[in-house]
């Protein structure tokens, strides 16, 4: 049902790279609605981490119409989180075409809802390709402890995969993987 509702923009950002854009979900209500509705299936932590700006669309919602979620962790690109000094956590990431960085802020995760001595997190995100945004940022994360709590990633959540990148089995190793949409052969 949902690939009918993506688009593909060959050789963009960079020749080799098959773009795959989820914003037409924001031009079809039905689509967008059971797309909320199977992402809040999907994710079973208290709390999501998503990065932006596509993450943020589909993860927002969720606090209006879940029960189980209640926090949102926003993950954004240099000089878009203000934050006070030793707030801030920058993280590298490395892309299938190129290295970047992304950063999220301690206080947000003292906002999260903790379970005992746990803070537990979705990482949500709009495509899993190799999945070194998703790594980099889990890596963080797991390492953080806020009020003597410590951060755990519960799952990954995304909206499309692609199965040929292998995104899959490099985050396996720190969760399980849940996708709305696998599109086989697309690199």
Known sequence: MFENVIKHYPDFPKPGIDFIDVLPFLQDK??????????????????????????????????AVSEKVQTVVPIRKKGKLPHAEGDLVKVLIEKEYGSDEVFYRRSDLAACAASGDCIELTLLDDLLATGGTAMGIAQALAGEVIGGRKVRIKEFVFLVELPALQGRKVLERIAPVRSLLSLEGVE
């Not at 981490?49 to 993860?59: I, K, N, P, Q, S």
Request: net charge negative; with cysteine.
């Open 30 to 63: 039905e689509a967008f609605r059971q797309a909320i509705a199977e992402i809040d299936r999907l994710c079973t932590a208290p709390n999501i981490a998503t990065v932006e700006a596509r993450g943020f669309l589909f993860t927002a919602p969720l606090l």
